[in-house]
């Protein structure tokens, strides 16, 4: 499983923007998807999950800002954020995970969001 994040960048407080992770190498819809992000100096964070059926959880911090959603046909998750503060700064990973007679996670290389006052 390969997994490519991408989207991040600089935005003002109050702001927008949208991560991607496209998704590759086995059967998208088996995986669960989702975000973590790692602020500097702090333990990472698990931010939301979608499942293979569309269930969707939220760390409360997010809740009601960020919106998790997939995309079969093109075999990405995406992470919408708006309403950003400062405290959302961080470097966000996406990751995939299936459960066989063990867990099996991937990670992609993050992408880093910094949100200014």
């Known amino acids: 499983v390969q997994l490519q994040a991408s989207g991040g960048g600089l935005v003002q407080a109050g702001g927008s923007l949208r991560l991607s992770c496209t998704f590759s190498g086995s059967t998208f819809r088996s995986y669960d998807m989702g975000w973590y992000r790692q602020a500097p100096g702090k333990q990472r964070e698990l931010v939301a999950t979608i499942n293979g059926s569309g269930a969707t959880n939220y760390t409360d911090a997010v809740k009601g800002r960020f919106a998790i959603s997939r995309d079969s046909a093109e075999n990405t998750v995406y992470l919408q954020m708006n309403s950003l503060k400062p405290e959302d700064t961080a470097v966000y990973y996406c990751?995939?995970?299936?459960?066989?007679?063990?867990?099996?996670?991937?990670w992609g290389q993050g992408t880093l969001v910094t949100v200014s006052s």
């Open positions: 990751f995939a995970s299936v459960t066989l007679s063990v867990v099996y996670a991937y």
